[in-house]
């Protein structure tokens, strides 16, 4: 699966006020840190920085709420369209869109 999540934009740029770890990841999700670390695998919601899972809030809210097409714009580098800059918002983070994006 890693090269399909080389293609995702998630966590780029990398802002470490986006970031959350396994555990309050899990936490916010009521789920275990292996059911987030897979997630973040299999949908894109995180990725290793210095060994270590980062958890994107802005991904893993939109997961949560099902709002499946928002996602696959974050994931696709889109950081202007309205759904996905209103998940941001939500957390009071600025939307930059990753400069390799399509």
Do not use: H
């Not at 695998?41 to 210095?50: A, D, F, V």
């Not at 899972?53 to 950081?79: F, H, T």
Request: hydrophobic fraction near 35%; glycine fraction near 8%.
């Amino acid at each position: 699966m890693t090269g399909a999540l080389d293609r995702y934009f998630v966590l780029t740029p990398y802002d470490p006020d986006e970031v959350m770890t396994l555990q309050q990841a899990a936490a916010r999700a009521r789920k275990s840190p292996g059911t987030i670390r897979n997630w973040c695998e299999s949908e894109g919601l995180g990725r290793r920085i210095g060994g270590e899972w980062c958890v994107s809030k802005v991904a893993l809210e939109m997961y949560l709420d099902g709002e499946k097409r928002a996602l696959g714009r974050y994931l696709s580098g889109d950081r202007e369209s309205n759904d996905v800059v209103s998940y941001f918002r939500r957390f009071d983070l600025r939307a930059q869109r990753p400069l390799n994006a399509r």
